[in-house]
């Protein structure tokens, strides 16, 4: 190689050298300003958020990552005209509380939504608390005044449950029962919290019998 040639190869290695250094500082420059600006929630900031939702600049910087990977990604290709499968029950269900409505009409709306709706199992409670109430044996209620003459009035704790079995099987949906919440009268220690088992678990085994006797079939 001439002489000539080599200066020509050193002095343009030189100015490839150069400009990478400049590249560099400018990099550097802006990643401390693109900093600054995170740190303060500038107008970066402000952007990266937009776009990411994250506040943090750690999670906004592999956010915009992943949002500039899109980018570059090759979309996949997907007919929107698919037919599909169309299964006359959705297989799930409604956690419902059904109990807790006072009103046999708004049961009913409840119902009939969830019906419309194409769901078929419903997950209700029968708390023992509110059916087995009085005693041991005693599917009745007597914990309050229900026409003000200063004494507690004795009701039916199964009405309530029967009028749930009866609107579901209305709009030919499934219960499956939970049976939860043990009554006061099945622990001895007043003390022991209102989620805490029966002393006698017989008594829940009894329980469960009578509700299962009860709405067979």
């Known amino acids: 190689m001439s002489l000539m040639n080599r200066l020509r190869t050193s002095h343009t290695?030189?100015?490839?050298i150069q400009r990478a250094v400049i590249l560099g500082v400018i990099a550097v420059i802006l990643l401390i300003l693109l900093g600054l600006d995170l740190a303060n929630r500038g107008l970066a900031w402000q952007f990266f958020w937009s776009q990411t939702g994250e506040e943090k600049p750690i999670s906004q910087i592999r956010g915009m990552v992943e949002v500039m990977g899109n980018l570059i990604r090759y979309p996949l290709e997907t007919?929107?005209?698919?037919?599909?499968d169309n299964k006359a029950d959705i297989p799930y269900g409604v956690n419902t509380f059904l109990q807790e409505e006072v009103e046999r009409p708004k049961?009913?709306?409840m119902l009939q939504t969830?019906?419309?709706?194409?769901?078929v199992w419903l997950r209700q409670e029968f708390p023992w608390e509110d059916i087995?109430?009085?005693?041991?044996?005693?599917?009745?209620d007597s914990r309050q005044d229900r026409d003000g003459d200063g004494e507690p009035d004795t009701i039916d704790a199964w009405a309530k449950y029967d009028?749930?079995?009866e609107l579901t099987q209305k709009y030919d949906l499934r219960l499956m029962v939970r049976l939860s919440n043990p009554p006061e009268w099945s622990r001895a220690d007043p003390e022991a919290?209102?989620?805490a088992p029966p002393d006698d678990y017989q008594d829940f085994v009894n329980f469960a019998v009578a509700v299962a006797e009860r709405y067979k079939g």
């Open 13 to 16: 290695l030189r100015r490839w």
């Open 79 to 84: 007919d929107p005209m698919s037919p599909i």
């Open 107 to 109: 049961i009913d709306v």
């Open 114 to 119: 969830i019906k419309e709706a194409g769901f």
């Open 132 to 140: 087995e109430v009085d005693g041991r044996g005693q599917f009745t």
């Open 163 to 165: 009028q749930i079995v």
């Open 193 to 195: 919290g209102a989620f």
